[in-house]
């Protein structure tokens, strides 16, 4: 993990007074597994929209997948992968239907939409749903499927926005072996998360507080520097000064 998938120095954004993001850096190996925490308001949501190519920032500077995101925020876009809370599916299609819609928005030939549908349904184990409506799917599929898609392009980089929201606790740990398969594959993997549990599953994380990044290292390092058992302890230990209720 020596080849840099996010560079972020001093990355700042403002709207009018108000410093949503405040100077924050910090790098992202490739293949790594990057945990990004914050309470509510802590400003994480704006600094992915910014890593993503979504807004452009005040000031600072920051590469992703190699690409500026001042300058080639199109590229970036090309170059990785998204996945909200609300899966970001269409329901109203089948799972089939789904996989080649998004398959063809990341540029797909025909051939390798059949190739890569086939091979994730089958990943998948969803043969038989296949052609079902995504809406009639239970929601720990629906989870499933919509990481399998956002990365069926193989991106450098996936971008994890809450994923696990709503979800019941062996879903989400099923949904963290596939999140292991596609960092052993070489996808870097950017996830926020609000289960505490879920951060001891990444290498490392960073924990933002009031638009600044107060902490960032492994799991264990942060336990042992703040004198806590879990990380839930050293989240609020950190998260109890905070001023912001929003982001």
């Known amino acids: 993990m020596n080849e840099k998938a996010i560079i972020c120095k001093d990355l700042t954004k403002r709207f009018g007074d108000f410093v949503a993001v405040d100077n924050i850096s910090f790098d992202v190996s490739s293949g790594e597994i990057f945990g990004f925490l914050g309470a509510n308001g802590a400003g994480k949501t704006t600094a992915m929209r910014m890593l993503c190519g979504l807004s452009y920032p005040t000031s600072g500077e920051a590469a992703v997948a190699g690409f500026n995101v001042f300058t080639q925020q199109e590229s970036i876009k090309k170059n990785i992968g998204y996945m909200s809370q609300k899966f970001s599916l269409y329901e109203s299609l089948t799972v089939r239907?789904?996989?080649?819609?998004?398959?063809?928005?990341?540029?797909?030939?025909?051939?390798?939409?059949?190739?890569?549908?086939?091979?994730?349904?089958?990943?998948?184990?969803?043969?038989?749903?296949?052609?079902?409506?995504?809406?009639?799917?239970?929601?720990?599929?629906?989870?499933?499927?919509?990481?399998?898609?956002?990365?069926?392009?193989?991106?450098?980089?996936?971008?994890?926005?809450?994923?696990?929201?709503?979800?019941?606790?062996?879903t989400r740990r099923q949904f963290w072996d596939l999140i292991y398969d596609a960092a052993d594959s070489g996808i870097t993997i950017f996830v926020t998360t609000h289960y505490m549990d879920e951060a001891e599953y990444c290498n490392r994380i960073s924990i933002m507080v009031d638009g600044r990044i107060d902490a960032l290292d492994t799991p264990a390092n942060l336990k042992k520097k703040y004198s806590a058992e879990t990380m839930d302890e050293v989240f609020y230990a950190l998260a109890r000064g905070a001023k912001r209720t929003a982001d």
């Open 97 to 170: 239907e789904n996989i080649r819609f998004y398959g063809g928005i990341y540029g797909l030939t025909n051939q390798e939409l059949k190739e890569k549908g086939d091979e994730l349904i089958a990943k998948l184990n969803m043969g038989n749903e296949s052609k079902k409506m995504v809406g009639d799917l239970p929601l720990g599929w629906k989870q499933k499927l919509a990481f399998s898609v956002a990365i069926i392009h193989q991106p450098k980089i996936v971008f994890l926005d809450e994923p696990t929201g709503g979800v019941d606790p062996v």
